[in-house]
């Protein structure tokens, strides 16, 4: 496909990978493309990295019709930058934008963009252990009407990021907050989907749980409140008796690239790996009795 450049009049200077964090800086150039129900795809362009203009009636400033994702570029030994699994990442952005009625991208299209998009900004990417080049990309239906309908008018983004940890505490243990009053999503909603509505419905405990001093919410189920989901940036997995558990994917849970990645690789090296329902219940009996091995998060 055709992409035009725009060349940038200044390029910023590259940060130093010991002091990144996550998400606070971001590279020269993004990625932009317009789609309209009529014409599909069109307006392919790499530009200097900045400020959008919206309609103040654009749907997504009043009916949430905006999703993402998230995939990192890493630096590998031979200098070569090369992202992980992509068309997982592809895919998963095509079913959020089929929940929500947005346009979705052919895959082949989307992985060329990504590639090209990654080859203008490879300089970016840090080449210290911990760090990657980190892409969000979104899209947004911007009809410029009021009105609650399936849009016909849609833009896609990327920007990237060099990133550091996500977590202040690195990659240390944090402490999480179980969550019994708010629900994060229930089967039939919007839970499989990044969208940004689940995000910020999730704030309002996430800043209860900072407040006391953990780094995460763990969510349970929307319906019993008694089965674990997920956690607020990440999968979860469970060393229990040798048994290796993480919740099944019911429609209310984000089904991580990570998590994925996970699953493959310990069934690869022979680890007993169940997707099934987990109580809190049975998760605190095994931390009660020693069964419980370990705990981690994947994402």
Request: negative net charge.
């Amino acid at each position: 496909m055709e992409i035009k450049f725009v060349k940038a009049d200044t390029l910023k200077a590259k940060p130093d990978p010991s002091t990144l964090g996550f998400g606070k800086i971001f590279s020269d150039y993004m990625f932009m493309m317009d789609w309209n129900k009529e014409t599909g795809w069109q307006n392919a362009r790499i530009v200097p990295f900045g400020y959008l203009s919206i309609h103040p009636a654009s749907t997504v400033l009043h009916y949430g019709s905006a999703i993402f994702e998230g995939l990192k570029a890493y630096r590998r030994a031979d200098g070569k930058v090369q992202l992980f699994r992509p068309i997982e990442n592809i895919r998963r952005m095509n079913n959020s934008a089929e929940r929500l009625c947005l346009p979705q991208i052919p895959e082949d299209m989307a992985l060329e963009i990504y590639t090209k998009f990654v080859d203008c900004e490879k300089d970016w990417t840090p080449d210290q252990e911990g760090t990657s080049l980190y892409l969000r990309p979104f899209m947004f239906g911007n009809d410029e009407s009021l009105g609650v309908h399936a849009v016909h008018n849609a833009t896609f983004i990327i920007i990237a990021s060099p990133v550091g940890s996500y977590y202040k505490e690195g990659i240390n243990p944090v402490k999480i907050m179980i969550e019994d009053e708010d629900v994060r999503a229930v089967r039939g909603g919007t839970g499989y989907a990044k969208c940004g509505g689940n995000y910020a419905a999730s704030n309002r405990a996430g800043e209860r749980a900072e407040q006391k001093g953990y780094s995460q919410v763990l969510w349970l189920d929307g319906v019993e409140r008694k089965y674990i989901e997920e956690v607020g940036a990440m999968n979860v997995m469970f060393k229990i008796n040798g048994e290796i558990v993480t919740p099944k994917l019911t429609g209310s849970i984000l089904p991580g690239i990570t998590r994925k990645s996970c699953i493959e690789v310990l069934k690869s090296e022979g680890y007993n790996v169940s997707e099934r329902l987990l109580s809190l219940e049975e998760l605190t009996k095994a931390m009660a009795d020693g069964t419980l091995e370990e705990a981690w998060g994947c994402g």
